[in-house]
């Protein structure tokens, strides 16, 4: 068994050198923006203040590459402090002209305004990103016409570049959820992006949501109603596993400036096009304990941070997302799962604290050099273990503090403390699938309840996962029943699957892998060998004028495909295409097969709704290349031709196995099954199609040495010299009329009269 443990992300987008290097956390950037604009510093804090504008950077630098006629403003609520020298930083490359660095085009610095520490937000950056997708972050020095302003977190944008890394699209309803005027004492309810329900107007959500997309209210409005008022329903229209993870990692990190803070804000929504919306975590600049405000109560001391329950806000209904998610015995496992894992993975083990120190290490020399300081370098140093106050009156725990008592209050709780379900012992059978084959999955597990372990697969990272039951009964190839040894099987119906396995009790949940839905097992198969020539292109015609048609009544282009052996063949997992660098373009339907030495015919003319096998291109009459292959590459057959004639096919001779020649038609049957119209023959001479168009085609039984062809005049209009069976002649220059071919061989000399039209 080839057993593999991905990050989703991964398996669709391999992140370039270049893409990875620019949110590097092992380096810091340097950003230069220059200004020929004397007032630019007023014109930034008038935007910001205002309108909200960029104003044009004469250009920017990034790490040394320079960038002309670029967008800048100043971006930020709480973070923005007018006319300080120390403010946020949005740059946008391409506001006047289309350009990229890396790839990039959004560029979000942050000023660390409410992190004595420097570290809170790329630390829990990078935690989230281990459980769901999230923007990469590190720092940069940034300066403004050569003068250092200071050291920024550098967050990347959630953008449609971002959505479609991580969701595989980027046209659908995308929203980014904090209230649009800004979050203040004076927002009101309707303001908040809760997800709560207001009816069918959208003048009820414009002012908490705000829309990225060309469209898509409808689709969030239907996500509200389905979350409020048809919970059973919500796995429809929201991807639950990853706003179970979202919920979790807020409530472990304290970062109540997020959904469950007073606000409910701080998250991206996208829909995918399986029509589900995932939440985007955003904005963790007061994550690890520094917002402290629930709504419904004030975290008033590091002590009560320490101690936030793992189900605030579970009886609060003006907070649906927890009300409604996490009241179902279900999804509440799942939640603890997901909570637990993250604890043991970042707090327990102490990997955060090493993450966080060589974080602190790399900026130190930035940290003394800042030369508009928020927090002083002291609480720099300080704040990775004491509670500080910020300049703004926050109090800022100290990271140790706050995160080793809270892994102490957190492992104490019966939820986390009783026994959790284990899984073991993962096998496959067989081992080295071959595509079509079932597949036996079985496990180990204890400490679970009886039918309470499922298996989650898919067959695409763009899929969502179906979920099956696993069962100990032993009749799923799962040894005795009752052994704890659970088993499912699934088709493997492409070259590869991406599962994982969850079981419960009456408390917690497990996966694995543990990260899972986010990352998962992997299992590859292999596609059935066809031998060469086992399934092949036979014929084709890619002029039908007159010849014969579609079942929908019309002259179309068409392929016929000839299975040579004596065994059915599946078509399962095979593409057709017209296109060298698309192989994929289209598909055979699932369970198609070809009984021994039968023919298929595909009609190439994009009629996909019509009756019978339609292909989604069509044959170019000058010529092209057609391919038969396997998803992974695999040709199994291929075939490029030249200018063909109207009502013509170009088909092989011998059937199934000859090389290809211009041919009277034969569809769907044997091309050597000619009629009298079709060709002119003598003793061990074929010759077709005749009357002939534009080429005409000779075979003999024993190789030619010459060809020549007269006209009734007896003048010699076309000879050549040859060595072999098969020969072709142009024609397309001949006057109408008969003509006679003569064929000579080492030991034989016939004649044949043919016409040309």
């Known amino acids: 068994m080839k057993l593999k443990l991905h990050l989703a992300v991964w398996l669709l987008v391999s992140a370039s050198t ?328 970042n707090f327990a083990n102490n990997s955060y604290w090493a993450k966080a120190q060589a974080m602190h290490d790399l900026i130190d020399a930035s940290v003394q050099a800042e030369p508009n300081p928020l927090n002083s370098y002291a609480a720099f140093q300080a704040n990775m273990t004491t509670d500080l106050t910020t300049n703004n009156g926050l109090v800022a725990p100290g990271i140790s503090n706050l995160v080793n008592g809270r892994t102490a209050f957190l492992q104490g709780l019966p939820d986390f403390s009783s026994p959790k379900p284990t899984i073991t012992n993962l096998q496959t059978s067989p081992a080295a699938p071959v595509v079509g084959n079932t597949v036996h999955f079985t496990a180990h597990v204890t400490n679970t309840n009886t039918n309470a372990v499922t298996m989650g697969f898919r067959h695409h990272l763009k899929d969502v996962f179906v979920k099956t039951p696993m069962f100990d009964d032993g009749a799923h190839n799962d040894g005795a029943a009752g052994d704890n040894v659970y088993g499912a099987s699934v088709v493997m119906t492409h070259a590869y699957l991406q599962y994982y396995l969850y079981a419960e009790n009456n408390t917690i949940g497990a996966f694995s892998p543990a990260r899972a839905e986010y990352e998962f097992h992997e299992l590859d198969a292999t596609y059935p060998t066809l031998d060469e020539e086992d399934l092949v292109i036979n014929e084709l015609m890619a002029q039908n004028t007159s010849t014969v048609t579609d079942p929908a009544g019309q002259f179309e282009d068409w392929i016929e495909l000839y299975n040579n052996t004596a065994n059915t063949i599946s078509l399962d997992n095979l593409y057709l295409t017209d296109s060298p660098d698309n192989l994929q373009k289209w598909a055979f339907p699932s369970g198609l097969t070809m009984a021994p030495h039968s023919y298929l015919i595909v009609w190439a003319d994009e009629d996909l709704t019509e009756e019978g096998l339609h292909a989604d291109f069509k044959l170019s009459a000058n010529g092209e290349s057609i391919i038969l292959s396997y998803p992974n590459g695999a040709v199994v057959d291929a075939i490029t031709f030249g200018a063909q004639t109207a009502n013509v096919s170009y088909a092989r001779v011998p059937n199934g196995t000859g090389d290809f020649f211009s041919h009277p038609t034969t569809f769907n049957e044997n091309n050597e099954n000619l009629g009298a119209e079709g060709f002119a023959s003598a003793p061990g001479i074929v010759a077709w199609p005749n009357p002939a168009n534009d080429v005409l085609a000779i075979r003999t039984a024993q190789p030619m040495k010459k060809v020549s062809v007269f006209n009734l005049m007896g003048q010699v209009v076309f000879e050549a010299t040859v060595d072999g069976t098969q020969q072709q002649l142009p024609v397309h220059d001949w006057a109408s009329g008969v003509y006679i071919v003569k064929v000579t061989g080492e030991s034989f000399a016939e004649r044949i009269k043919i016409t040309k039209r």
């Open 18 to 345: 270049f893409a990875q290097s620019f949110y590097d956390t092992n380096t810091i950037q340097e950003i230069r923006i220059y200004f020929s604009q004397p007032d630019w510093e007023t014109q930034l804090n008038v935007q910001q203040m205002g309108e909200q504008q960029y104003i044009p950077a004469e250009s920017v630098a990034i790490n040394g590459t320079v960038f002309e006629n670029v967008g800048v403003k100043y971006k930020g609520n709480s973070s923005f402090i007018p006319w300080h020298q120390k403010n946020p930083f949005h740059i946008e490359l391409d506001t006047y002209q289309d350009q990229d660095y890396q790839g990039y085009t959004d560029i979000k610095l942050s000023n660390v305004i409410f992190d004595p520490s420097y570290v809170r937000e790329t630390l829990s950056y990078d935690i989230l990103g281990q459980y769901m997708a999230a923007p990469q972050c590190n720092y940069a020095n940034v300066y403004v016409n050569d003068v250092l302003r200071g050291l920024y977190v550098n967050v990347e944008s959630i953008s449609k570049k971002f959505v479609r890394k991580h969701f595989h699209s980027d046209g659908n309803a995308f929203f980014e959820c904090s209230p649009v005027n800004g979050a203040s004492g004076t927002t009101t309810f309707e303001e908040l992006p809760t997800l709560l329900y207001w009816g069918n107007n959208i003048n009820s959500y414009n002012l908490a949501y705000e829309i990225k997309s060309d469209e898509g209210w409808e689709d969030l409005i239907a996500l509200t109603q389905t979350l409020n008022h048809n919970t059973p329903a919500i796995e429809n229209v929201l991807d639950v596993d990853r706003a179970l993870w979202m919920l979790a990692y807020d409530n472990l990190m304290v970062n109540i400036d997020s959904y469950i803070g007073i606000f409910s804000q701080n998250y991206y929504l996208y829909k995918d096009d399986n029509g589900r919306f995932n939440p985007v975590v955003w904005d963790l600049n007061m994550s690890l304990g520094v917002f402290a405000d629930l709504g419904t109560s004030i975290l008033e001391n590091t002590q009560q941070k320490k101690t936030l329950s793992p189900f605030q806000h579970l009886g609060d209904n003006t907070f649906p997302l927890v009300f409604r998610l996490l009241n179902n015995p279900h999804y509440r496992k799942v939640y603890l799962a997901h909570y637990y894992t993250m604890l043991q993975e």
